[in-house]
């Protein structure tokens, strides 16, 4: 039988399935495929018989799979049509993951250390493209994440924090540290609000705000360690004063 893959001089990641995990197993391997570059964006895939017969599996483990992948924004089904990978990856597809990374750490050391190189990353970055543009839109955010939080509404006051990291993300420009970051900070929001409880935490939170604009804005590579060491810091030992009440 000849193979749908366009480039036959490589090795398919769609190699059949043994026993197991099916479901599992077919969202590997198509994930895999897609990030090989045998299915590029946009590009419908190979019919459901195909699949089958690449792939050795039944026809409702494979809809089963491709289920999932549609709701975790990897492929769009259309009825009638077939099934295509989606023209953009959702964050979602990045959360299992960050989930269990975040949340299954022994080590809160160890989450400290990941968040503070991801985020010196990102600002170093961000440095190198930021445009005025960029930076009034920062200022602005800020402005309102105060807004939010003097009219009592601590919850949007939080998401909007969340929001202020994922902007400085945005404006690295490479949509693979968007939606990484995009992801992270979405588990990390979960504990924002608690860390903004009172006018003393907010106002802190804002300077940290401050400090990683002023970075950008001077272009100063040298208080970036400064800045987001303090930043994170005060993120983990707020969420765990909190956590101890």
């Given at each position: 039988?000849?193979?749908?893959?366009?480039?036959?001089?490589?090795?398919?990641?769609?190699?059949?399935?043994?026993?197991?995990?099916?479901?599992?197993?077919?969202?590997?391997?198509?994930?895999?495929?897609?990030?090989?570059?045998?299915?590029?964006?946009?590009?419908?895939?190979p019919?459901?018989?195909?699949?089958?017969?690449?792939?050795?599996?039944?026809?409702?483990?494979?809809?089963?799979?491709?289920?999932?992948?549609?709701?975790?924004?990897?492929?769009?089904?259309?009825?009638?049509?077939?099934?295509?990978?989606?023209?953009?990856?959702?964050?979602?597809?990045?959360?299992?993951?960050?989930?269990?990374?975040?949340?299954?750490?022994?080590?809160?050391?160890?989450?400290?250390?990941?968040?503070?190189?991801?985020?010196?990353?990102?600002?170093?970055t961000?440095?190198?493209?930021?445009?005025?543009?960029?930076?009034?839109?920062?200022?602005?955010?800020?402005?309102?994440?105060?807004?939010?939080?003097?009219?009592?509404?601590?919850?949007?006051?939080?998401?909007?924090?969340?929001?202020?990291?994922?902007?400085?993300?945005?404006?690295?420009?490479?949509?693979?540290?968007?939606?990484?970051?995009?992801?992270?900070?979405?588990?990390?929001?979960?504990?924002?609000?608690?860390?903004?409880?009172?006018?003393?935490?907010?106002?802190?939170?804002?300077?940290?705000?401050?400090?990683?604009?002023?970075?950008?804005?001077n272009?100063?590579?040298?208080?970036?360690?400064?800045?987001?060491?303090?930043?994170?810091?005060?993120?983990?030992?707020?969420?765990?004063?909190?956590?101890?009440?």
């Open positions: 039988m000849k193979t749908f893959l366009k480039n036959n001089s490589q090795a398919s990641a769609l190699t059949p399935i043994d026993n197991g995990s099916i479901v599992d197993k077919i969202i590997d391997r198509i994930v895999k495929a897609i990030a090989a570059g045998q299915f590029k964006v946009g590009e419908k895939l019919s459901e018989f195909i699949l089958m017969e690449e792939l050795k599996v039944g026809r409702n483990s494979l809809r089963e799979a491709m289920k999932i992948l549609a709701t975790l924004g990897v492929v769009t089904i259309k009825r009638g049509d077939g099934t295509y990978v989606c023209d953009h990856i959702a964050p979602t597809i990045f959360n299992p993951i960050i989930y269990s990374i975040i949340f299954q750490s022994r080590s809160d050391n160890a989450m400290v250390e990941f968040r503070r190189m991801m985020d010196e990353t990102v600002l170093r961000a440095m190198t493209k930021v445009t005025d543009k960029d930076l009034v839109n920062l200022k602005s955010r800020i402005k309102e994440i105060r807004v939010a939080y003097e009219s009592g509404d601590k919850e949007r006051a939080a998401y909007l924090d969340y929001q202020y990291h994922v902007a400085i993300a945005n404006i690295c420009d490479n949509p693979y540290i968007s939606n990484i970051v995009n992801g992270i900070y979405e588990v990390f929001a979960l504990s924002i609000e608690d860390t903004i409880d009172t006018d003393e935490r907010f106002n802190n939170a804002e300077r940290f705000h401050l400090d990683l604009y002023n970075c950008l804005k272009k100063d590579y040298d208080a970036i360690e400064a800045a987001v060491a303090e930043s994170v810091s005060f993120w983990y030992e707020d969420r765990n004063e909190t956590h101890c009440r």
